[in-house]
Each structure stands twice: as structure tokens, then as C-alpha cells.
């Protein structure tokens, strides 16, 4: 249910709109009157604000209130000062107690009279009782014409919100929106979106969606139609799948092969849908199974006097719970890659269990055991902790069963299908890609550690900086196989500390909002999104406020080049992948117990972005009387469409 009642007000006449503060008379640019908007009007036409009843015409005939359904007292005072015109230059077209509609005549004012005269001709626009009656207002400035929407006013409700939302009515929204089932091809989602592979985008109804509660903001990136929802997105993502029902079969889990993009942009986008559709799933066990680790290490540290043994029954145990998530990473990975491909999840989880089964993975740890086919010499690997040979035997089992299935007679599909692909796809793995794959992934990942490590505060200033605009395109999920990459070959992500401090950043920007704030509907958003920021989910403050008051974004970068700096300075490095003030425990390092360098880069670095983001935010990148974008543009990755 929704807290605030939505309510549009126009443009009570053609000219340019503006924000309270920016107009002339002090009583009601500084809100003593209430909340509301001005309007530099280009004629003398004056129209109804709202639809309600008119309230009062005042004997000068230079103002008028309307009282709208939802109890809201409006004010349309015509120019300022005009009281002293005691009536000259205004004809009404209203008496008090008729009814009348948005956009309905109210008066005309003669401009050049009031000019004159020397007074201001701003048509003021004003809730009277908004302390008592409105939540907040949202304005659009610039030039419009008269009866358009130019405002959006939140009225209180005196019911009680409903603990249990009801998912299956957004759902009914965001399905219709979308274009109808007959428009999807594919869906999946990450920890906060909605990722929609659509026939036809243009057919979507972005507006609708950016309007609908529940809905915090619509994007088109990476080949995806992106509805960003928050934390709740795995309860709306159940509550979609079960209206498409059997829409979504698997011949339509692949993205069209002609969707009107080159090919390079369809290939990336694919690319970015795949990874996304493969890791998204697991992130949280992963996330977890990080902070488990992170809250061992911590109770060996000499320190503190080695709260637990290392060789501990209680340890060891607890360790094999978080060590489970990173071990049988295939699994998880192939299993989730194939979901979101459409092909068989269970063949694929088969596979990944070949590449984490013990033997392998001993043969693989040794580095010593080789066999040879045709003289060539092939070595094993170890591929608990791996991501992209996973992905890419996922992507091959889906070709390969999908070219038995048009070829196989249909009684040896059941048993003979997952036993060629199983066989063929395991053994291409284990000798071809997965050496090749994984010897690269691991060169990558060490050099990029390597050079964050080596460019020290430079790194971490320009990474800090930027990071987080990767996340308004969704395409930090390519990061993130290659931070875990990081962390099953070396143990450690230099990178990944420098990420964690750009979510403490936008988190503590949008906190900053919500103190400051007197509007109610901000506050509980702002804190809201603040806490999903400190628990490493960034999309709610920055899609929920920190974008559609552009300096509190730019604020929220500021600080997180400030923290970056500072962790870059350090040489801070991350043994975990759970960041953010809730990912504390991920900077132990537990094979060197003594060593506290990267806690205290995190203290510090995770310290100066909550100051300096919080700070600018404060003095500079928001007050109340700031209007909220109605829409938040957005750059498009070149190739994306």
C-alpha cells in the first residue's frame, strides 16, 4: 500500500515555473506559507492549479484557495503585494463553494497594470496546511504552459500502512508495463533489478513504471530493460515469474539474435546479461560464506587473545560451513548459468561438480599430475573458487544438448543426452578451456591487483571516483567475477577494498538526506537506503534519492575518492567479498593473524568517506527546498540502446 497519496498539480498559466526560493516575497520564497511553487506567467490567463472546491475569492479579487478531496488547503495568490490593487486589473470567473477542475478558468489578471503599478506579476501556487496535510513536493522548473503538470504533491494518509505489501499487484503493474508477457523473452535479477530481455522496448512504458510505488527506477543498459526495485526484489521477481508462467520457456531464455543492435553492442550485452544471469544468484551465499570467514578470523587474532583455536572441532566446522559456497563455486555457477540460458540446470551443476569433485581438485592443488592424449601433455587444475571456465562449459552444454535434442531419437534422450554432454563438455573443459580460461582470469585478476597495489593513492582516488557509476548501468556485475577471481588466486582484492569504500559513501550521503530532511516520505526512504548501502546493496540510494538530487550523487563520488585515496595510500587489501561497514571482518587476514595494515586502511578510509560525503551533502548537495528530478537521465554505454 501506498504511504502518500500522489497529487498533480499544473502550471496555473503559460510562463516559466519556479521553486519558492527563487521567488521575490520572503513570506513565501522562505515557506512561512507553505509548501508550493511560482510561476512568471506570460499572460493574464489563469487557471486552476487542482480539482476541489473554491474555498475563498478574496475581496480584492487577487487570490483564491481551493480545497482539494484529499484535504489539502490550495492557494493561487496573483502577483505580490496586489492586495493594495484593491481589485483593479482582476476579473474572476469562480465564486466560493463551486466545484471545479484542474486546468478550469480562475481569473484574468491584467499584466500591465499590475507592471504599473511596479509589482511583481508571480503567480504564487502554495499548500497552505502542509505541515498538517502533505508529506512533500515534487517540482519541475521551466518554462510550461498552463494547465500541464508541473508538480507532484504527497498528502498524508491516516491509515496504517499494511505490514505485508502485496506483490502480486506490483507485479500485474510491471508486467503490463513491460509491453504484456507477450514481450518477454527473458528475465532474471540481481540483488536489486529486475533484468528483462524484451522483444521490443520501445513498447515499454518507462513513465508508468518510474510512477509505480514500489518501482524505484527504470533503465536501458547493457541490452537489458533494467526495473530497479530495492531490496525486495526477490519477492517481486517470484511474483513476476509466477503471472509469465510457462511465457518464459526455454527456447526464449536467449536473447534474439536480430534485435536491431551491431553486433559487437549485441554480443557485449549478452555478455554482461550472461555473467549477470550467472552470478547474481549466488552473491548472497557467497557474501555470507565472506563474512563468516572474515568473523573467524577475528576470533583467532592474537590480539584478542585467540578467542577460538584454528584447530578446534567448533572452528574447523564452522570454516567447512563458510568454505562450502567458494568450493563447490562451479556447482552454484553452472547451475545459475544454465537457469538463465533455458537449458538443464542439473547437467550443468553435474558438470561443475566434475570440475570441484576431490580427486581433480588434489591432482589440481599438487599441480603435479599430467596426462597425455596424442603427445600433448595436459595439466590439472584447480578450480574450487572459479568462475569463466564454469560460465563457458554452462554455455557449451546448452549448445551441445541443444544440437542432440534435433539429432537424437527421442527414446535415448532422457540418458543419452546428459551422458555425451556431460562426457564431452568435462573432458573439453578440463583440457582445453578451463586451463586456458583460468590461466588467463588468473593473470588478469593478479595484474589488476597488482596494479592497484603499485599505483597506490592514484589507483584508489580515480577508482573511488568512478566506481559507482558503473552500478547506474549495472555493469559492475563484469567486476565482479574478476574480484573473485582475485580472492581464489591470491587470497586478497585490493580492488575489492577500494569498492567497499564507495558504498559506505553513497550510503552515508543518503543519510545525510534523510537527517537534514523534514519531508517524511524522504526521511524513511533516505534511511532505508542508507542501511541497504552499509549492508553493500548501493542501488536503493542511488536510484531512490542520490541520482534525482544530482549533487548528492556527486557528493557520494567525492567522498569516495577521499576513502579510495586513503586505501590506495595504505595498501589496504580485502580477504573477503563482502564490503561495506557490514563486510568489517572480510579485512582480517587470516593467514597472517598479526597483520592489521588493511583493518585500519578500513577504519580510516571507511571514516573519511562517511565524513566528507555526509559534510558536502549537508552544507552543499541538499536542502528541502531543492527540487527532486522527476526523471533521472541517464548516459548510455556506447553500444546499448
Known amino acids: 500500500m501506498a504511504q502518500s497519496k500522489k497529487m498533480q498539480l499544473v502550471a496555473p498559466a503559460d510562463g516559466k515555473v519556479l521553486a519558492l526560493n527563487k521567488t521575490s ?15 512568471e506567467p506570460d499572460n493574464g490567463k489563469i487557471v486552476s492549479p487542482v480539482s476541489g472546491t473554491i474555498s475563498m475569492v478574496a475581496d480584492t479579487k487577487h487570490a483564491v484557495g481551493i480545497t482539494t478531496a484529499a484535504g489539502l488547503e490550495v492557494l493561487v495568490h496573483m502577483g505580490i503585494d496586489t492586495v493594495g490593487l484593491n481589485g483593479r486589473g482582476f476579473t474572476m470567473s469562480v465564486k466560493s463553494g463551486q466545484k471545479i477542475k484542474s486546468g478550469d478558468s480562475l481569473a484574468t489578471m491584467d499584466l500591465k497594470t499590475v507592471a ?25 522548473e521551466g518554462q510550461a504552459q498552463a494547465g500541464a503538470t508541473v508538480a507532484t504533491a504527497y498528502a498524508k494518509q491516516n491509515k496504517k500502512r499494511s505490514k ?57 543498459a547493457g541490452g537489458q530493460y533494467q526495473v530497479v526495485i530495492g531490496n525486495e526484489v526477490t519477492q517481486v521477481y517470484d511474483a513476476v515469474m509466477k503471472q509469465l508462467g510457462d511465457n518464459l520457456d526455454a527456447a526464449s531464455q536467449t536473447p534474439p539474435e536480430d534485435d536491431g543492435r551491431n553486433p559487437l553492442s549485441r554480443a557485449f550485452g549478452n555478455l554482461i546479461g550472461f555473467i549477470t544471469g550467472a552470478m547474481s544468484p549466488v552473491i548472497g551465499v557467497i557474501a555470507a560464506s565472506g563474512i563468516i ?25 564452522v570454516s567447512a560451513m563458510a ?20 537449458s538443464d540446470p542439473i547437467v550443468a551443476a553435474t558438470i561443475g561438480g566434475v570440475l570441484a569433485y576431490p580427486q581433480i581438485v588434489t591432482w589440481g592443488q599438487s599441480f603435479k599430475q599430467m596426462f597425455e592424449i596424442g603427445g600433448f601433455q595436459f595439466q590439472f587444475l584447480n578450480y574450487t573458487y572459479s568462475i569463466f571456465p564454469m560460465i563457458l562449459a554452462a554455455w557449451m552444454a546448452k549448445k551441445l544438448g541443444t544440437w542432440l535434442k534435433d539429432h537424437l531419437p527421442s527414446y535415448l534422450q532422457m540418458i543419452f543426452n546428459p551422458l555425451i554432454t556431460v562426457l564431452i563438455v568435462s573432458a573439453i573443459t578440463l583440457v582445453i578451456t578451463g586451463p586456458i580460461i583460468q590461466g588467463a582470469a588468473n593473470g588478469i585478476a593478479d595484474f589488476i591487483n597488482w596494479l592497484v597495489h603499485v599505483s597506490g593513492w592514484t589507483g584508489g582516488l580515480i577508482i573511488g571516483g568512478f566506481y559507482q557509476v558503473l552500478v547506474i548501468f ?79 550523487f556527486i557528493s557520494g563520488l567525492i567522498g ?82
Open 323 to 342: 568454505d562450502s559456497a567458494f568450493y563447490f563455486l562451479p556447482i552454484l555457477v553452472g547451475f545459475a548459468a544454465a537457469k538463465r540460458l533455458g
Open 474 to 552: 549495472g555493469l559492475h556485475w563484469g567486476v565482479v567475477p574478476l574480484v573473485a577471481q582475485q580472492i581464489a588466486g591470491s587470497g586478497e582484492s585490493a580492488l575489492n577494498a577500494i569498492i567497499s569504500v564507495t558504498m559506505v559513501s553513497q550510503g552515508a550521503a543518503v543519510l545525510a538526506v534523510a537527517i537534514k530532511s523534514k519531508k517524511t516520505n524522504i526521511k524513511e526512504l533516505g534511511i532505508a537506503a542508507a542501511i541497504s548501502a552499509f549492508c553493500g546493496v548501493t542501488e536503493p540510494a542511488i536510484y531512490g534519492v542520490n541520482l534525482r538530487y544530482k549533487k548528492v
Open 293 to 317: 570467514k572474515g568473523i573467524l578470523a577475528l576470533l583467532t587474532l592474537p590480539q584478542l587473545g585467540s578467542l577460538l583455536n584454528a584447530k578446534s572441532t567448533v572452528y574447523l566446522t
Open 560 to 641: 569516495s575518492a577521499a576513502g579510495g585515496f586513503v586505501t590506495g595510500l595504505m595498501h589496504g587489501s580485502m580477504f573477503g567479498f563482502t564490503g561495506s561497514l557490514i563486510g568489517f571482518s572480510s579485512f582480517f587476514n587470516a593467514k597472517n593473524p598479526a597483520d592489521l595494515n588493511s583493518f585500519y586502511a578500513f577504519l580510516l578510509s571507511s571514516a573519511v568517506a562517511l565524513i566528507v560525503s555526509f559534510v558536502l551533502t549537508w552544507v552543499w548537495g541538499y536542502n528541502d527546498k531543492m527540487t527532486l528530478s522527476k526523471k533521472v537521465e541517464k548516459k548510455r554505454k556506447p553500444g546499448t540502446y
Open 116 to 140: 504599473d503599478k511596479g509589482l511583481a506579476k508571480t503567480v504564487m501556487v502554495v499548500v497552505t496546511n502542509s505541515k498538517e496535510k502533505l508529506e512533500g513536493l515534487d517540482l519541475v
Open 164 to 220: 505485508k505489501k502485496d506483490f502480486d499487484e506490483l507485479a500485474t503493474t510491471i508486467v503490463a508495463n513491460v509491453g504484456g508477457k507477450e514481450n518477454v523473452n527473458s528475465l532474471i535479477h540481481c540483488i536489486t533489478r529486475l533484468r528483462f530481455t524484451l522483444k521490443d522496448e520501445k513498447i515499454a512504458n518507462d513513465d508508468n513504471l518510474k510512477e509505480t510505488d514500489g518501482v524505484i527506477d527504470v533503465m536501458h
Open 25 to 39: 516575497d520572503p513570506v513565501f520564497s522562505e515557506g512561512t506559507m507553505g509548501e508550493g511553487f511560482g510561476l
